[in-house]
């Protein structure tokens, strides 16, 4: 197993109080440098890779000449993308948009990421993603590196000041998943193709058998193209598939969602994103369909065990068990955070212990 699957979104925060616990950072090409810009506040270890993995994932595609070769007809024009990346409790949130270095190369986008912790994702959605339009209004406003540096330093303070109730933390439902499920007791048989193509194609990701992370060099990954949610905002629909999956795959892989505002569906990865996943940035569902758009073939056995699934959506909410290992999603939390502790810091100081001294509130 290699250091991804253990620590990713699976930080040491003992050393780091409540309001503290949201980190702002950015990347990619902005005119303020001529080059790829200085990154900003990365000071995590899960920004550090994740800028790693996502820009490097583009700089596949662009090298490669991928989107190019594909055809514009085939491809997005551009980046315009909200993204949301979970691991229980433990998330990155941010936007990706089109931009360029001050010697006016285009090829690379501007990235801002916030790294979060016991922030419920109406929080994220109601402080933080307004925060973040915030600061990308700023970014395409001034060819100022200083500005750029400055405003970012001053929205992460102000997101840091700014504790959720801590009633809100957890939600019986969580945003959007009562559209979620409404919509989908509409529409059965689209849902019961992602269950088919869940059990196709996602078994490494069943539940308590860590098959998807047993290689010592990279850990596995999928990918699945979802619809975004009729009449939802871009937040609910990213919440609502994330907070499904984590009901039928196993809560402790990392989900990474990826949602072209100008689009009608969103992606989400799966594991470990490998370089060649960013493909679908840009990809338009002309290339890449929909899982929802399969003609898979339902077999009444099928018909039989998604009986259970379904029910959920009468209520509101997202399924209480996993099509994959047939248990109850809260067994499987359960399992999962107690699997993902063993890899956090104990007794040796960690990264933030360190970080902040011994503050431990």
């Given at each position: 197993?290699?250091?991804?699957?253990?620590?990713?979104?699976?930080?040491?925060?003992?050393?780091v109080?409540t309001?503290?616990?949201?980190?702002?950072?950015?990347?990619g090409?902005?005119?303020?440098?001529n080059?790829?810009?200085?990154?900003?506040?990365?000071?995590?270890?899960?920004?550090?890779?994740?800028?790693?993995?996502?820009?490097?994932?583009?700089?596949h595609?662009?090298?490669?000449?991928?989107?190019?070769?594909a055809?514009?007809?085939?491809?997005?024009?551009?980046?315009?993308?909200?993204?949301?990346?979970r691991?229980?409790?433990?998330?990155?949130?941010?936007?990706?948009?089109?931009?360029?270095?001050?010697k006016?190369?285009?090829?690379?986008?501007?990235?801002?990421?916030?790294?979060?912790?016991?922030?419920?994702?109406?929080?994220?959605a109601?402080?933080?993603?307004p925060?973040?339009?915030?600061?990308?209004?700023?970014?395409?406003?001034?060819?100022?590196?200083?500005?750029?540096?400055?405003?970012?330093?001053?929205?992460?303070?102000?997101?840091?000041?700014?504790?959720?109730?801590?009633?809100?933390?957890?939600?019986?439902?969580?945003?959007?998943?009562?559209?979620?499920?409404?919509?989908?007791?509409?529409?059965?048989?689209?849902?019961?193709?992602?269950?088919?193509h869940?059990?196709?194609?996602?078994?490494?990701?069943?539940?308590?058998?860590?098959?998807?992370?047993?290689?010592?060099?990279?850990?596995?990954?999928?990918?699945?193209?979802?619809?975004?949610?009729?009449?939802?905002?871009?937040?609910?629909?990213?919440?609502?598939?994330?907070?499904?999956?984590?009901?039928?795959?196993?809560?402790?892989?990392?989900?990474?969602?990826?949602?072209?505002?100008?689009?009608?569906?969103?992606?989400?990865?799966?594991?470990?994103?490998?370089?060649?996943?960013?493909?679908?940035?840009?990809?338009?569902?002309?290339e890449?369909?929909?899982?929802?758009?399969?003609?898979?073939?339902?077999?009444?056995?099928?018909?039989?065990n998604?009986?259970?699934?379904l029910?959920?959506?009468?209520?509101?909410?997202?399924?209480?068990?996993?099509?994959?290992?047939?248990?109850?999603?809260?067994a499987?939390?359960?399992?999962?955070?107690?699997?993902?502790?063993?890899?956090?810091?104990?007794?040796?100081?960690?990264?933030?212990?360190?970080?902040f001294?011994?503050?431990?509130?």
């Amino acid at each position: 197993m290699n250091d991804f699957p253990k620590f990713f979104l699976n930080e040491d925060w003992k050393g780091v109080s409540t309001q503290a616990r949201v980190f702002l950072g950015a990347f990619g090409k902005h005119p303020g440098w001529n080059d790829h810009l200085d990154d900003i506040g990365l000071v995590t270890s899960s920004l550090v890779e994740a800028r790693s993995i996502l820009y490097g994932g583009i700089a596949h595609q662009i090298e490669h000449a991928a989107w190019e070769k594909a055809g514009a007809d085939k491809v997005m024009p551009g980046f315009d993308h909200v993204i949301h990346w979970r691991r229980l409790n433990e998330s990155l949130t941010g936007l990706i948009w089109s931009s360029q270095d001050g010697k006016g190369r285009a090829l690379y986008p501007m990235i801002t990421v916030a790294h979060c912790v016991t922030r419920s994702f109406s929080w994220l959605a109601g402080e933080l993603l307004p925060a973040m339009e915030d600061v990308k209004a700023k970014c395409r406003s001034t060819t100022s590196a200083s500005v750029v540096i400055a405003h970012i330093k001053g929205v992460e303070k102000m997101l840091q000041a700014r504790v959720p109730d801590a009633a809100r933390v957890s939600t019986t439902a969580g945003l959007g998943v009562p559209a979620w499920a409404a919509h989908f007791s509409k529409e059965p048989v689209a849902l019961r193709r992602i269950l088919h193509h869940l059990r196709r194609n996602f078994a490494m990701f069943t539940p308590g058998t860590l098959e998807w992370c047993q290689d010592e060099k990279h850990a596995m990954s999928r990918c699945l193209r979802l619809p975004q949610i009729p009449g939802a905002a871009p937040a609910e629909s990213l919440n609502a598939w994330i907070s499904f999956l984590a009901t039928q795959l196993d809560p402790a892989v990392p989900m990474f969602g990826l949602l072209p505002t100008s689009g009608t569906w969103l992606d989400v990865i799966v594991g470990e994103p490998g370089p060649a996943d960013f493909f679908l940035l840009r990809a338009l569902p002309s290339e890449l369909p929909l899982v929802t758009d399969i003609p898979y073939q339902l077999d009444a056995e099928a018909t039989t065990n998604d009986t259970a699934i379904l029910a959920s959506l009468a209520h509101g909410q997202v399924p209480e068990v996993s099509c994959l290992n047939g248990q109850s999603a809260k067994a499987n939390r359960e399992a999962a955070a107690k699997w993902l502790v063993r890899f956090r810091p104990g007794s040796r100081p960690g990264f933030f212990s360190r970080l902040f001294g011994s503050d431990k509130s």
